[in-house]
């Protein structure tokens, strides 16, 4: 082999793993994004068992914490970006209830794709 053809060989193979790369970033950031509404249903659920228990769910002041501390949940508190979700009883988006929400990748209200805040049902 020549200098040229091992030079296009290992362009094709550069190419070709930028290309995997860029594909498996997209899926990491799709199965955070899928894991919080995940997190997010199963915390709902232990609120309502929280609720059934206690006649009510926990203040904010007490937030996700107290639904952990009382044993009705083993639900993950922190969202796949390691920030706490947060938890607002009686919620904005539903005031006869709860808000769980996740600031997404940036920890920060607002945002798009990877940063875009994923609030409960």
């Known amino acids: 082999m020549t200098l040229i053809e091992i030079m296009v060989v290992i362009t094709i ?3 070709i793993a930028a290309a995997v790369a ?4 997209g899926q990491l950031t799709d199965a955070k994004i899928k894991q919080a509404r995940t997190d997010l249903h199963t915390l ?10 206690q006649g009510r769910y ?7 914490q ?15 970006w390691k920030h706490d979700y947060v938890y607002l009883y009686p919620g ?17 209200p607002g945002g798009d794709g990877e940063n875009t805040d994923i609030v409960n049902q």
Not at 22 to 25: A, G, I, L, P, Q
Not at 44 to 53: P, T
Not at 58 to 64: F, I, N
């Open 44 to 53: 709902e659920n232990c609120l309502d068992l929280f609720k059934v228990d």
């Open 22 to 25: 860029v594909n498996v970033v």
């Open 13 to 15: 193979l550069g190419l």
């Open 66 to 80: 107290a639904v952990v501390t009382a044993g009705k949940c083993k639900a993950q508190i922190k969202d796949p």
């Open 92 to 108: 904005q988006a539903h005031p006869d209830s709860f808000d769980i929400k996740s600031y997404g990748g940036d920890g920060q």
């Open 58 to 64: 926990p203040s904010t002041e007490e937030g996700l």
